[in-house]
């Protein structure tokens, strides 16, 4: 790999570590407002195997990769509308 692409790969990182540090605080902080615990089973514990990515799965229908199924995060309907809205059943399995 070039210089350049291991730029990016650390850049990345960085980025991953930066949004799961703001999410850690920003779940602690519900915990500690006292967040119900139907918005806390939304808004689970972010472990370091959610966001870690495994670059010899770039096809999940590909052999032996049926049983690897997505990070919770990826299912999370935020603003409520996926019964409107097919852009993520692709993240559904």
Known sequence: MTAWAWKKVSDLDAMVARYSAVYHCCQQQMVSLGADQSIL?????????????????ADSNARGHHLDSLTWFWTMDIPKDTHENDWMSECKL
């Open 41 to 57: 089973n939304h808004y689970q514990i972010l472990n370091e195997k959610d966001v870690t990515v495994s670059t010899a799965v």
